[in-house]
């Protein structure tokens, strides 16, 4: 079996204006925490739900249409950094946004990751963050490999209506079974 590789040196540029930016902000504060501060859920600001300390975000750089960031609201790095509550509220957005991309989008699969650190891959290192990216079978093409340009079917502006119209009501789903 033969591995194939993608490389995207153009998304270097970005990872390192990003976190450059983020550095230069006089008042300390990262996009994260601006937008833990934004308000209610509005297409103004990409922000999709809120619940317990965390936030759902349209990510403003997307892989594909409807890629999210579920983010918690404090400002740390580190997964160890969260409190048991922090990470169990956590856990709780990320399955939510995955039943939003699901309803909204009907993916073949999702990808849910976090780059931790800049060396991972981390835009904005210091707001601990977690991705979750809808994926359709055959959904990469040649324009991200030959012009370094990805192909997105829908603005935020649609892909944020999009979800927010199937937006799941965590308090309907499912609570699974115990032990």
Known sequence: ?????????WRMD????????????????CVF????????????????ARADGVFTVLNRYPYASGHLL??????????????REE???????????VAGIERAYQPDGVNVGANLGRAAGAGIPRHLHLHVVPRWSGDTNFMTTVAGVRVLPQSLL??????????????????GTTS
Request: glycine share 8%; charged share 25%; with cysteine.
């Open 1 to 9: 079996m033969s591995l194939d590789q993608l490389w995207a040196g």
């Open 87 to 97: 990470g169990a509220a956590l856990w709780d957005a990320l399955r939510t946004a």
């Open 14 to 29: 970005y990872v390192e204006a990003a976190t450059t930016a983020e550095r230069a902000r006089e008042d300390g504060t």
């Open 70 to 83: 579920v983010v918690p609201e404090r400002h740390v790095a580190e997964l160890a950094e969260l409190g």
């Open 158 to 175: 649609d892909s944020w209506r999009a979800l927010s119209a199937r937006w799941p009501d965590p308090a309907q789903e499912p609570q």
């Open 33 to 48: 925490c601006r937008l833990a501060a934004s308000g209610p859920p509005a297409a103004e600001t990409g922000v999709l």
